[in-house]
């Protein structure tokens, strides 16, 4: 039998502990066989040697995270808990981890990630920027929260955020209404990130008289974007032609990021995504920068990061087989040539 006594200093108990010792409760949960009491600002560990150890190993990395971080969430704990380092891959407060914009109440918009800084970084060296990864690692509400922060600081006279307008494999039909009625439900996410950062009446304001716009990639063609922040979002959904479009657009004083999930692809069978063929060629010009998210950089609830990462390794197996049954033809058709 083990008896370990913790002194908590420094950080706020509630924020710790969590409303009626919710955080703390989580720690109880996934280490039933020992006995953990808290009075103010001790905390003490009784049980077998070992798992006290643990237990405490896990409580002082929890205590430390939110001295880092300056918060310590629900969904952090539980990574925590079952294994994972959620505070390994999160950047310190620092000058490189400055603030990118204040949002709505104030609210401080930071890269969370190292790859979300990278994000911001290459961003500020380069014109053009391609910003890759799954669902849920920030590339497009970080990439907006850069668009608002060159708006305010006026190194740019207005927001451009376009997507292709493609189902993620439904088939919606007719929609009622105006065009715009039509088509805001396929731009959604580009709202909902711009009213994290802008209260609603100066977002309509600016939007009314088109400081900020919000359409389709088709409506793009012919126009020529200068003094802007342009964003393609979902730029997997784009044709090869679409996106040489899009980029053929920019103007001397203008600043572009592509976003998008190759592995999340909603166009119709027969037709190619040219995102993966516009990296391939443009990635390595001077000016045009290229970041990789991974499933390490999501900020969603925890399970999105497991569900990636279960979709990646069922992919590769698949992949694999696949190579290996193209293999075997080949030996066979030789074969029968011999």
């Known amino acids: 039998m083990s008896e370990i006594n913790l002194n908590v200093e420094g950080v706020e108990l509630v924020d710790l502990f969590g409303q009626n010792d919710k955080k703390l409760n989580l720690l109880r949960q996934a280490f039933p066989e020992i006995v953990i009491t808290s ?147 396929y731009l959604r996410p580009l709202y909902d990130a711009l009213d994290d950062m802008i209260p609603a009446e100066k977002l309509n304001q600016l939007m009314t ?19 802007a922040f342009v964003i393609l979002d979902e730029a997997q959904n784009a044709s090869s032609v679409q996106i040489k479009m899009f980029l053929t657009r920019l103007g001397p004083n203008a600043k572009c990021i592509l976003t998008g999930d190759l ?18 060629i443009l990635k390595d010009l001077d000016g045009i920068g290229y970041v990789q998210l991974s499933e390490e950089d999501v900020v969603r609830h925890r399970l999105v990061k497991s569900i990636i990462k279960a979709y990646r390794i069922s992919d590769e197996a698949w992949q694999k087989e696949k190579q290996e049954r193209k293999e075997e033809r080949e030996k066979e058709m030789k074969r029968l040539d011999d």
Do not use: W
């Open 263 to 280: 592995t999340q692809i909603d166009l119709p069978a027969r037709q190619r995504s040219g995102l993966g063929k516009a990296i391939t």
């Open 209 to 227: 008289n088109r400081v900020i716009e919000i359409a389709p990639l088709a409506f793009m063609r012919g126009r020529t974007l200068d003094n």
């Open 39 to 185: 009075r103010g600002s001790q905390i003490k560990l009784v049980g077998d040697k070992k798992v006290t150890q643990k237990a405490k190993s896990k409580f002082e990395m929890m205590v430390r995270a939110l001295k880092k971080h300056g918060e310590l969430t629900i969904q952090s704990i539980e990574e925590l808990l079952i294994g994972e380092n959620p505070f390994s891959n999160k950047l310190a407060d620092s000058p490189g981890n400055s603030t990118i914009v204040h949002g709505r109440n104030g609210k401080a918009i930071k890269a969370k990630t190292v790859n979300q800084r990278r994000l911001v970084q290459s961003c500020e060296d380069n014109d053009i920027l391609f910003a890759i990864g799954p669902a849920g690692t920030g590339k497009t509400y970080t990439a907006v929260a850069l668009a608002v922060r060159a708006l305010k600081n006026r190194l740019v006279k207005k927001i451009i955020l376009t997507r292709p307008a493609v189902e993620a494999g439904e088939n919606l039909g007719f929609l009622p209404g105006d065009l715009k009625d039509k088509v805001d439900p």
